[in-house]
């Protein structure tokens, strides 16, 4: 059964009897926790980014992401009004579309003129969230209508690498990426983490349950600790479950968006478990070496080429993905539990890939160098 409050069966058409519906039944991690993320991000009420903002954001976000049926739903709110062109509303929107659109040309610059305009280091944190949010439930509908034959109005074209950093030093000066890799890296923040002593006892418990506490992401996300908490449930809800798709290949997909997104601190996380799980590093690393503007399944496997192709269009912005390439996973033998898995975790990294690119930036640690 799908469940009472499910904003993604509503707007999807699902049927309560079918094998989707089942799919997502099964699911039931990720399903519930996608919907209490939504219900997290707009049930808040604080002053510093109050909900008629998060809702005029949410819409024109979806609609950038050629949404149109979530972008009707937030605007159809009763607190929802359009953003005004004051300096606050003017960054934010600047910021949010940045984000949609290319999140590989966020600065720390732009973290700066959003907190000038009077957002907090709160905001700006839930901001992001809210915009990687969006970029995951439109690409979730999305694929949960293409699971029910109805394609989205995008152009058909083939979706292929994006660009990414080229500066040879982080902003605080240490070594930076310029390639894609499957080492082990660092990840710094620019805007500073939250102290481990600052959260309650409560919330530190929450943190090391996760084992988020010595992360400084983590600690920076958990400037909005439900928001936080309810994107992690989701995230081992998409990745750590049994059954369905094999997890090297759920790991394939979160590299294939990284690799669409120029995020080369999630890709080298990802590509390192898709190369352990699959036993085939030779097919991750070729993936990885894929230069920006080319297509990225060139020379894979029939079955890793129809995912890494069905992954990049849905990666997308707007996503491009088409049924022919629903089907030629269907004769790679993926059933629609598999399909859907294959979905949630491609859609989940439009999320983790634009929080990792907006909010700080990887540097190769020093006992990697030489």
Known sequence: ?????????????????????????????????????????????????????????????????????????????????????DARHQQARDFAQRLTVEPIAA??????????????ERGVVTLAQLVGFISFQSRLLAGLRLLQGEESGSPA????????HSAAQTASGQTALTAFTQAELGWEPWLAAKLLAEFSADEQAILARFGHSDSD?????ARNQPVLEQRTLTDKGIFYTSGGLPRAERELAATVASKING?????????????????DNDAVQKLLNVAP????????????????????????????????????????????????????????????????????????????QG
Request: charged share 20%; net charge negative; with cysteine.
């Open 263 to 279: 995020c080369i601190y999630c890709a080298s996380v990802h590509a390192r478990k898709a190369s352990q799980l699959s036993k």
């Open 1 to 85: 059964m799908t469940h009472s409050h499910d904003l993604l069966a509503q707007l999807a058409d699902i049927d309560p009897a079918g094998a989707l519906a089942q799919a997502r039944a099964t699911r039931d991690a990720a399903t519930r926790h996608a919907q209490g993320s939504y219900e997290v991000l707009f049930s808040q009420q604080e002053s510093d980014f109050p909900l008629a903002e998060r809702l005029a954001l949410a819409a024109q976000v979806a609609e950038w992401h050629g949404a149109e049926r979530l972008r009707a739903h937030y605007a159809a709110h009763p607190t929802y009004q359009p953003l005004s062109d």
């Open 293 to 368: 503007g080319a297509v990225l399944s060139h020379g894979q496997s029939p079955r890793w080429a129809a995912e890494i192709d069905f992954a990049a269009s849905l990666s997308d912005t707007p996503p491009s993905v088409r049924l022919n390439q629903l089907q030629a996973l269907r004769d790679q033998g993926l059933d629609t539990l598999a399909l859907l898995d294959l979905i949630q975790s491609t859609a989940f990294f439009a999320w983790a890939n634009r929080l990792m690119l907006t909010l700080g930036e990887p540097f190769l640690p020093s006992d990697a």
């Open 107 to 120: 600065a720390p610059s732009h973290i700066d003129a959003l907190r000038d305009a009077g957002w907090s």
């Open 217 to 221: 992401y983590f600690r920076l996300l």
């Open 157 to 164: 074209h083939a979706a292929v690498a994006g660009r990414w």
